[in-house]
């Protein structure tokens, strides 16, 4: 199995992200998670032992995995009294890049109508029900899935014209 | 996974994913998915995006009288990556208010350049011969402005009502 220079570049960033995930957006060494990561992942490839092509995400994302529990290991082993584990259910932290990216996504909303930041913000952040979105908007529930991705597809332009430029920059 | 023939189905999965209220299976095989899936990747990445511009805390501002009262509209830090901190120096240090009221109560966590923008907050209410006071701000912020002394000068209120006819 053969890889190109950009098919490695997308993985290191998907893989930054992935760990950015599952150990914060402060973690001093994902760099060093990622390097580890596709370096196991290419030794691996190069000795066969990626069977079948079709499972190349889970063979990959399984090798990440291993490389995070062992960090975190490392990370108990050495100093349990440092650690301060994300809890379980505490959404994404904000990443630095977002921090640097706050003024562009601002005005990307800003683009948008009141009516679609309701109900983008209720659906993703305030994890509201259909039946509560379609009261609050008078909106027939019928119509509650176009609405929704056309409010989505709105900012996904926006997200593609302005924001993914320096966000592939930053991460 | 099913990302592709149901768009809605993926959006769900993305929101949850990012909030983090999938089970671990789910995670292995989403995360499995996008390390190989350009489309859904940017997909998770747009909808992160927008999920940090949605959540970002607003401050909005009503007048009471004379007093101008700051809400934040959402969980809040007043901390030195936080927007808040810029936004709570636009929404009094550029108005011309002389008695502001400032509502903490959905602010969870305050560090020193928090503390800073309440002194200077304050500071320009008194250089403009005005007041600043605070409302209920939760147990851990009072015991900070206590132990850095700073309840001496900034008072607070438990209700907005006692807040407001303390400026009489």
Known sequence: MEFEQDDLEKFRRKL????????????PDV??????????????????????????????????????????????????????PLA????????????????????????????????????????????????????????????LFRAKERFRKIYHATLKPQAVWNH | MQCHEEPMLREELIAKYLLKRLDADTVEAFESHYLVCDECFEELRASQLLIAGLGKSKISRRQVGDVAVLDFTGPAQLTRLSSEVKE???SVLEQKDTK????LSRVSRIDSAGLGALMACYSHAVRNRGLLKLLNPSSEVQNLLRITKIDSLLQSYPDERSALCSFE
């Open chain 2, 88 to 90: 709570l120096f636009s």
């Open chain 1, 31 to 84: 760099e060093d998670m990622v390097q580890e990561t596709l370096t196991r992942f290419f030794g691996a490839v190069n000795d066969g032992k990626l069977r079948n092509p079709e499972s190349l995400g889970a063979f990959l994302n399984g090798i990440c995995n291993n490389v995070i529990r062992e960090y975190r290991r490392r990370l108990w082993r050495d100093a349990p009294q440092k650690i301060t």
């Open chain 2, 100 to 103: 502001v009221l400032i509502d």
């Open chain 1, 88 to 147: 379980p259910d505490q959404p994404v932290a904000p990443e630095a890049d977002l921090l640097e990216l706050r003024d562009a996504i601002d005005a990307g909303l800003m683009q948008l109508s009141d009516r679609d930041r309701t109900m983008l913000r209720a659906f993703f952040l305030e994890e509201r029900t259909k039946e509560e979105i379609c009261r609050e908007l008078g909106l027939p529930e019928l119509q509650f899935r176009v609405a």
């Open chain 1, 16 to 27: 930054r992200f992935k760990v950015f995930y599952h150990l914060g957006s402060f973690c």
